[in-house]
């Protein structure tokens, strides 16, 4: 018995075999499925999925790379769908810096060759860094508040911005706990994350020949700290790496685990399971 804890159903990708894509889960023993919201209107696809299938469950949120597509009253629209009886978390939520206009707008975001030299247009890129992160922060901030009130877990997407996603969370330590998905940092960060009392969740990746790190991170890991997910429709693991990734793939995420951590398949299910129940407040089967 396994549970996808991260996907993303309501995507275009599944419109046409979703209910196929859902029994092949449960003939994997992936029993249950958690829909993750990233918009306003992915959110409400999530629950739209949650209402009509019994195994899915939903989180709704705004992710940082949607955060300036969204107005400034989505968090109470947010708070409304937060309230439904099959939301599981909030999120995913957090800080994303990988795709900043310095780093894709022009070719001269590139740093000088000269110490000190200005390029044409780097004090506009500069200024379009700076707002685009203090939107991202803004709506991190707004759904860690509203998690804290409504007395919601949250999963965090986090890329190429550790230090100041951790110190926006830091304050809220003892109010709510976090999931880090798709982590593929080291063990010194996922440890960083335990001692405060977050999780973290393993995808696809770790199937990966060239994750070493990762697979030390997985095999040292403390038991019940960590969780499954597939990201689907993404990071299929090995060996349907290119391919459209499904919830089904979770049980090859564990055999991968398991072999990592000297286990059974059936001791991973029965572990990560029941992490997850604890965290997302799942009712058991």
């Avoid at 707002?131 to 949250?154: G, H």
């Avoid at 982590?183 to 990966?208: K, N, P």
């Avoid at 038991?223 to 090859?252: I, M, N, Q, V, W």
């Amino acid at each position: 018995m396994l549970i996808d804890t991260h996907s993303h159903l309501d995507f275009p990708d599944f419109e046409a075999d979703r209910p196929e894509i859902i029994q092949r889960a449960l003939e994997a023993g992936v029993t249950r499925l958690i829909s993750i919201g990233t918009t306003l209107r992915t959110s409400r696809a999530a629950l739209d999925l949650a209402d009509t299938y019994p195994q899915v469950f939903a989180t709704v949120g705004i992710h940082p790379s949607e955060a300036r597509q969204e107005s400034n009253s989505a968090i109470e629209e947010l708070s409304q769908l937060a309230r439904h009886p099959k939301v599981v978390a909030l999120g995913e939520c957090g800080l994303d810096y990988h795709r900043l206009p310095s780093q894709s707008s022009a070719p001269f975001a590139s740093s000088s060759s000269f110490t000190g030299t200005t390029h044409p247009g780097s004090e506009e890129l500069f200024l379009a860094d700076a707002e685009e992160k203090n939107c991202q922060a803004i709506f991190f901030q707004q759904q860690l508040d509203l998690a804290a009130q409504l007395r919601l877990n949250v999963v965090i997407h986090q890329r190429d911005s550790w230090e100041d996603t951790i110190s926006t969370l830091r304050p809220y330590t003892g109010r709510i706990q976090a999931v880090f998905h798709c982590f593929s940092g080291t063990l010194s960060q996922a440890e960083e994350l335990i001692h405060m009392g977050h999780s973290v969740s393993f995808t696809g990746i770790v199937t990966f020949k060239n994750a070493k790190e990762l697979h030390s991170c997985v095999q040292k890991i403390p038991t019940g700290s960590f969780f499954l997910e597939t990201d689907c429709p993404y990071l299929s693991p090995e060996p349907h790496r290119g391919k459209r990734c499904e919830p089904a793939f979770t049980r090859t995420i564990a055999e991968k685990v398991a072999s990592l951590r000297g286990q059974s398949l059936k001791e991973i299910a029965r572990e990560t399971t029941s992490a997850a129940e604890k965290f997302f407040r799942l009712p058991p089967l």
